[in-house]
């Protein structure tokens, strides 16, 4: 058995915590930065320049201290400190596993706890961030799902993930280097597949992922960035119309029946009115496919039946199909596909014409990989047994 990896402490020294009353610019929109620029004093004339330059210091280059911004005077730079901060959430602790998957926890406003994965790749560099601490979903085969909703994450805790995993890999241009693919790509690709319903938290994710997404800054494209949702359907069209990412869809079964045990929001709407929904999706962010994901689990959903009416019910939609084998954790009321079985299952999507790539699990030494989530303090509350009987066993 691999060795669990250690637990290391972040011994970034940039200054992480805000202090109290001020506002963080970390999470503005263009709009709100402009807006408290000129409550502070900024004339509006100078107001959208000002906001321009803060920017590309704040997302570009990765820049907390004001008294660095050299393109702008003395005086403003004091007025600047004296009214705001940029400050990221904390992190707690950072873990690395074997594969180089790298775990961190991070503690936001009020002491509650998220972890952001890294998942490194050959040519690119994908980061997993939470929109929740906790979840409201149950999802019976997740986690996470087995943590409650506490509360939804603001714009500037979700952003500020990406921000503090570009501290961790020292992915942050250097001054007078330009945005886009100029910069560096450690990080290249954004998935909302953490902790929480991202659709469940709208404002604050679209807000964060506008943030991601422009040009002047993080510079990331929208189809470097996937927002997971397990189905709530009246925000899917929203999605489409104010972020345009890709979309990807926990699906996990083929008949209402099963769904509704694994994915309990199935229930509100059921398979039919979400893949109504999702017919729209492609054509209104010119996406190519909608990616649904699919974790096999043993004798539940994995069947070659199941397989065929998975085929069925994709049928007029772009799609591929993730399969996941399911990642195990204490008191999980369910095991994982065989091999054979998930290759079997596989074989028959792909003959139908859907790509299947079936994932291979990164960070499960480190409780890192999907469906693991879960801040530590909460796990470590738990006992295997409590943990059991909130799944239902």
């Known amino acids: 058995m691999t060795a669990k990896a250690p637990i290391t402490q972040d011994m970034l020294t940039i200054p992480r915590k805000a202090p109290e ?3 963080n610019l970390v999470g503005m929109t263009r709009d709100q930065m402009r807006a408290a620029l000129i409550a502070a004093g900024t004339p509006e004339k100078q107001a959208k320049m000002r906001v321009g330059q803060l920017w590309q210091w704040v997302y570009h280059w990765g820049v907390r201290d004001f008294a660095v911004m050299t393109n702008l005077s ?15 959430p904390e992190v707690v602790t950072r873990q690395v596993s074997d594969d180089g998957t790298r775990k961190y926890l991070v503690r936001i406003a009020g002491g509650h706890e998220v972890e952001v994965v890294y998942i490194p790749e050959t040519d690119r560099g994908t980061l997993c961030i939470s929109s929740q601490v906790g979840c409201t979903l149950t999802c019976s085969f997740c986690h996470t799902g087995t943590q409650k909703l506490v509360r939804n994450l603001t714009a500037g805790e979700i952003i500020g993930q990406v921000m503090l995993a570009r501290d961790d890999l020292d992915a942050w241009p250097a001054p007078g280097t330009g945005t886009g693919d100029a910069g560096p790509r450690l990080l290249s690709n954004i998935v909302l597949m953490g902790m929480g319903e991202p659709l469940y938290n709208f404002e604050n994710v679209r807000d964060a992922m506008q943030i991601a997404m422009d040009g002047e800054g993080i510079a990331l494209g929208r189809r470097r960035i996937t927002l997971s949702t397990s189905g709530v359907v009246p925000e899917i069209a929203r999605t489409a119309q104010e972020i345009g990412c890709l979309l990807a869809v926990s699906f996990h079964a083929t008949t209402d029946e099963v769904r509704d045990t694994l994915v309990p929001i199935n229930k509100r709407w059921n ?25 096999m689990l043993d004798g539940v959903n994995d069947t070659d039946a199941d397989a065929h ?30 091999n054979n079985r998930i290759r079997a299952f596989a074989t028959i999507l792909m003959q139908a014409g859907y790509a299947s790539p079936i994932r291979t699990p990164r960070g499960e030494d480190i409780m890192a990989a999907c469906g693991q989530l879960k801040s530590t303090t909460e796990r470590s509350r738990k006992s295997r047994a409590q943990i059991a009987a909130e799944a239902g066993l």
């Open 21 to 23: 009353g001020l506002p």
């Open 74 to 88: 003395k005086d403003y730079r004091a007025m600047l400190a004296r009214n705001f901060v940029i400050a990221l």
């Open 271 to 295: 398979i039919e009115t979400l893949l109504e929904a999702l017919k729209a999706y492609p054509k209104a962010t010119n996406s190519e496919r909608i990616t649904f994901e699919y974790v």
């Open 309 to 338: 009416r998975l085929v069925k019910l994709l049928d007029g939609i772009p799609a591929k199909v993730n399969l996941i084998p399911f990642n195990e954790w204490p008191g999980a009321p369910y095991k994982r596909s065989s």
